[in-house]
Nanobody, 125 residues
């Protein structure tokens, strides 16, 4: 079965950086987008970033623009989220996900068909 596994989370002070990785394994699947979402305590899961299959187009939530960078390497079956200038409000469980259709609704959780287990990111002030 297809598996998405996140790694790279941890504790970091405000202003620091982390790089999250998402590795796919277990099978082949259609991927028009890969996305990152996050969920903080008491809040709904929210869109963070997405990238097209070729890597030619990237999309970001306003809250992370200029600080986060999404990238992918299909040969390595991996997508990354580079997070710089981290803020306490970035604290959340971060999930990677696959979107298997071409529609542009990449900000919607319901549009993604495979999800990882999540990795915890904690930013202290």
């Amino acid at each position: 079965q297809v598996q998405l596994v996140e790694s790279g989370g941890g504790l970091v002070q405000a202003g620091g950086s982390l790089r999250l990785s998402c590795a796919a394994s277990g099978g082949t699947f259609r991927s028009y987008f890969m996305g990152w979402f996050r969920q903080a305590p008491g809040k709904d899961r929210e869109f963070v970033a997405a990238i097209t299959w070729s890597g030619g187009m990237t999309y970001y939530a306003d809250s992370v623009k200029g600080r986060f960078t999404i990238s992918r390497d299909n040969a390595k079956n991996t997508v990354w989220l580079q997070m710089n200038s981290l803020k306490p409000e970035d604290t959340a469980v971060y999930y990677c996900a696959n979107k298997g259709d071409y529609r542009s609704n990449y900000e919607r959780r319901e549009a993604y068909n495979y999800w990882g287990q999540g990795t915890q990111v904690t930013v202290s002030s």
